[in-house]
């Protein structure tokens, strides 16, 4: 029996990419993909997702739009890493074939959980806004879904927004923080600490045996690793979101440990901070497992095996 999944995405490059690795794991049932504004607009990051569904031929998959603008917030779009278009300029040309299903990305979230009580996991690779939204509206979903696991925020290291803040939280510091009262049973975050180990490199596009895929990851990642080479003298591109996708297919791939976490949302310098109580001073009831460490070869063997699958 295949588990049911629900992929929230704002369709950038590795989302893309994180969505290629759900899709040929062949290991889910794909109740569907929401989108939600982040890297880019709503509109774009949905027009990608169905580009990157129809490479992949599977264009049977929903896709259903959510929100488009934070919680609260305005708008922070990552144009000058995703590319104008979100892709880095790949699959521009690509038939806009597919469009979105009808509803709203909160309300499928909530008729799926509910409909398949126990058996949804929830896989967020962008802001988390469209499921703060759904527990707004019905808050009982938090008992009925199997596992929430995102990318995003960073604990131990420096941010990739500001120094101490990660983009997915950054953008929605208010969503995170509802997530993380919610009471999820299951909740896991798989941040920065251990994302920024799973580097993809050149060496790494030339094993994807699939020329169209390997055409993608590798137009698509250009601009990223080459701006990555001149900051780090090193060819790569972090694979965030394809780890968290990862961590849902195989949680051996990561240790974690449980810890009480927050969201700064009041501070000029540490707005969008996830603050992670590792040595329980505040002494508050743990609501997050964290990824501390991960198996970086044997994900990269994973995605490989996957991708050429
Ligand atoms: O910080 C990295 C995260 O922010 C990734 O999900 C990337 O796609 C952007 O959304
Ligand atoms: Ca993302």
Same mark, same amino acid.
Request: contains cysteine.
């Given at each position: 029996?295949?588990?049911?999944?629900?992929?929230?995405?704002?369709?950038?490059?590795?989302?893309?990419?994180?969505?290629? #690795?759900?899709?040929?794991?062949?290991?889910?049932?794909?109740?569907?993909?929401?989108?939600?504004?982040?890297?880019?607009? #709503?509109?774009?990051?949905?027009?990608?997702?169905?580009?990157?569904?129809?490479? $992949?031929?599977?264009?049977?998959?929903? +896709?259903?739009?959510?929100?488009?603008?934070?919680? $609260?917030?305005?708008?922070?779009?990552?144009?000058?890493?995703?590319?104008?278009?979100?892709?880095?300029?790949?699959?521009?040309?690509?038939?806009?074939?597919?469009?979105?299903?009808?509803?709203?990305?909160?309300?499928?979230?909530?008729?799926?959980?509910?409909?398949?009580?126990?058996?949804?996991? @929830?896989?967020?690779?962008?802001?988390?806004?469209?499921?703060?939204?759904?527990?707004?509206?019905?808050?009982?979903? +938090?008992?009925?879904?199997?596992?929430?696991?995102?990318?995003?925020?960073?604990?131990?290291?420096?941010?990739? +927004?500001?120094?101490?803040?990660?983009?997915?939280?950054?953008?929605?510091?208010?969503?995170?923080?509802?997530?993380?009262?919610?009471?999820?049973?299951?909740?896991?975050?798989?941040?920065?600490?251990?994302?920024?180990?799973?580097? @993809?490199?050149?060496?790494?596009?030339?094993?994807?045996?699939?020329?169209? #895929?390997?055409?993608?990851?590798?137009?698509?990642?250009?601009?990223?690793?080459?701006?990555?080479?001149?900051?780090?003298?090193?060819?790569?591109?972090?694979?965030?979101?394809?780890?968290? +996708?990862?961590?849902? @297919?195989?949680?051996? #791939?990561?240790?974690?440990?449980?810890?009480?976490?927050?969201?700064?949302?009041?501070?000029?310098?540490?707005?969008?901070? @996830?603050?992670?109580?590792?040595?329980?001073?505040?002494?508050?009831?743990?609501?997050?497992?964290?990824?501390?460490?991960?198996?970086?070869?044997?994900?990269?063997?994973?995605?490989?095996?996957?991708?050429?699958?």
């Amino acid at each position: 029996m295949k588990r049911k999944l629900i992929l929230d995405v704002d369709t950038g490059i590795d989302d893309a990419i994180g969505i290629i #690795l759900a899709v040929k794991s062949r290991q889910f049932e794909i109740l569907g993909i929401t989108t939600v504004n982040g890297n880019v607009s #709503l509109e774009s990051a949905t027009q990608n997702t169905c580009k990157v569904l129809h490479l $992949l031929d599977e264009e049977d998959i929903p +896709v259903i739009k959510g929100a488009n603008a934070p919680l $609260l917030r305005n708008s922070y779009f990552e144009h000058a890493v995703h590319g104008q278009d979100g892709l880095g300029g790949a699959l521009l040309d690509a038939p806009i074939k597919k469009q979105p299903d009808e509803g709203f990305a909160p309300d499928f979230m909530i008729n799926s959980i509910l409909s398949f009580s126990g058996e949804v996991t @929830l896989v967020l690779t962008g802001p988390l806004t469209n499921l703060a939204l759904a527990l707004k509206k019905c808050p009982e979903i +938090v008992h009925h879904v199997k596992e929430v696991i995102f990318m995003g925020g960073v604990v131990q290291g420096p941010g990739n +927004v500001t120094p101490t803040a990660e983009y997915n939280v950054y953008v929605d510091p208010e969503a995170a923080k509802l997530v993380l009262d919610a009471g999820f049973a299951s909740l896991t975050q798989v941040g920065l600490d251990v994302t920024r180990k799973a580097l @993809l490199t050149d060496e790494h596009i030339s094993r994807i045996e699939n020329g169209e #895929l390997r055409e993608f990851v590798d137009q698509s990642t250009a601009d990223y690793r080459k701006r990555y080479f001149e900051r780090n003298r090193v060819s790569g591109c972090a694979m965030h979101d394809p780890l968290a +996708v990862a961590v849902a @297919l195989n949680k051996n #791939l990561v240790t974690t440990e449980k810890y009480y976490c927050d969201v700064e949302m009041k501070s000029e310098l540490c707005d969008g901070q @996830l603050v992670c109580d590792i040595q329980e001073r505040l002494g508050k009831r743990t609501n997050l497992q964290v990824c501390t460490t991960v198996l970086v070869e044997e994900f990269f063997d994973m995605f490989l095996s996957i991708v050429n699958s």
